[in-house]
């Protein structure tokens, strides 16, 4: 998918749909009689419009399919770097997923696997394992915002909808501890958002490739001013006798 439907393609498919589409009503209207006598005309004129139209629809989608392919390749890797910043802070609320799990190595993963279960079950959780995880949840969220802020920094996704986000992620930190469904869900928000600037950004950044280069004004042909010889002046009459007469005086 490196080849993409060019603009001037897109132009005229366009053009060749409105003119064609406005021609066959203009015909319907004024001209009758006339298409009634040339249905061959008539079905010519309804298969250039539909050509257009379903052409321009193709390249329109063909492009969207592409942008959004090129958009998520530039994405990936920057994606597991984040994934891989983020994932003590998801371990620590239980949200790590099932690959990510086993990675842990079979002692460590079925002490997760006890402590998620406990998390995200619906019987109340026992008082000394809440107080146990509530310090190394507040301690992994607090660090995931600094990570989060160096990351946002480094790729140029720290605008007012990053803000909000941090703003809002770290209002729930300062709720209550028994809070835990709404800390870990504005947790999986405020990952996911993050995500997903960088996505858009490379989405974006594509799209202004893909627009055509302001026109710049044309150079002169020739030399450049600066380098081109200076002109020697024609000398003058009065001048001519000067030099003359400074000879004869000679």
Same mark, same amino acid.
Do not use: C
């Given at each position: ?13 366009? $053009? ?30 309804? @298969? ?13 989608? /063909? ?7 090129? $958009? ?10 984040? @994934? ?8 620590? /609320? ?18 997760? #696997? ?7 079950? #619906? ?7 809440? #107080? ?57 928000? /405020?990952? #996911? ?50 030099? @003359?007469? @400074?000879?004869?005086?000679?």
């Amino acid at each position: 998918m490196e080849q993409k439907a060019p603009p001037a393609l897109l132009r005229v498919l366009f $053009a060749t749909a409105v003119l064609s589409f406005a021609l066959s009503m203009y015909l319907e209207q004024r001209q009758l009689d006339w298409l009634q006598r040339h249905p061959i005309s008539v079905d010519l004129l309804s @298969s250039v419009v539909g050509f257009a139209t379903g052409g321009l629809v193709v390249a329109v989608v /063909f492009n969207w399919i592409r942008e959004r392919h090129h $958009a998520r390749l530039m994405h990936e890797p920057v994606a597991q770097e984040w @994934s891989s910043a983020i994932r003590s802070a998801r371990q620590a /609320f239980g949200l790590l997923d099932s690959h990510e799990a086993h990675a842990l190595g079979k002692p460590e993963f079925e002490a997760y #696997d006890r402590f998620a279960a406990a998390l995200w079950s #619906d019987d109340p959780i026992d008082p000394a394992v809440w #107080d146990e995880h509530v310090a190394d949840m507040r301690s992994e969220s607090a660090a995931l915002l600094d990570v989060a802020d160096e990351f946002a920094e480094k790729y140029e996704i720290d605008g007012p909808k990053y803000r909000t986000a941090r703003a809002k992620f770290e209002r729930t930190l300062a709720a209550e501890p028994e809070s835990f469904d709404a800390i870990a869900t504005e947790l999986y928000a /405020f990952t #996911d958002t993050v995500d997903r600037l960088h996505y858009n950004l490379m989405r974006e950044r594509l799209r202004r490739q893909a627009e055509p280069p302001a026109a710049t004004p044309a150079r002169r042909r020739g030399v450049a001013p600066a380098l081109r010889r200076p002109r020697r002046r024609r000398p003058t009459h009065r001048t001519a006798g000067h030099q @003359s007469g @400074s000879l004869r005086g000679e």
